[in-house]
């Protein structure tokens, strides 16, 4: 994490069904997605992966595809998703109040998103403005 704190990630139901399908991927290494090497795939690989399916996309856009999806279809509170994208609130005095990781709440958010994502299939949807 950019800000070296802790941050706990609620993970939807077909997130964890995907984390155990995977465990099959485990090389000596343990880890779930390891690179061919058996070492942790660089931060490079998905930017590399998504520009050779020939998409005209940066993996930063999977962040805000989830942003925009949140502000623009759901009734989940601004702070939540902020909350889920690990972003800070920059207003000191809030934040000494805001001890919360809205755990709960984000979980619930997440597992809506996949819902979301699942009933697509696949598809992309363009959301928000041109």
């Given at each position: ?43 490079m690989t998905l930017s590399k992966l998504v520009k050779e ?75 928000g403005k041109n």
């Amino acid at each position: 994490m950019k800000m070296k704190k802790p941050h706990r990630v609620p993970l939807s139901d077909r997130a964890l069904q995907i984390l155990k399908e995977a465990e099959a991927l485990r090389g000596a290494s343990g880890l779930i997605f390891p690179s061919m090497r058996d070492k942790p795939l660089s931060d490079m690989t998905l930017s590399k992966l998504v520009k050779e399916l020939g998409f005209d996309a940066h993996v930063h856009g999977f962040r805000t595809s989830f942003r925009t999806w949140a502000q623009e279809q759901t009734n989940f509170p601004r702070e939540v998703a902020e909350a889920a994208l690990a972003h800070v609130i920059k207003d000191k005095s809030e934040a000494a109040y805001a001890r919360s990781d809205m755990f709960e709440k984000r979980r619930k958010m997440m597992e809506s998103w996949a819902s979301y994502l699942e009933a697509r299939g696949g598809e992309v949807v363009a959301l928000g403005k041109n």
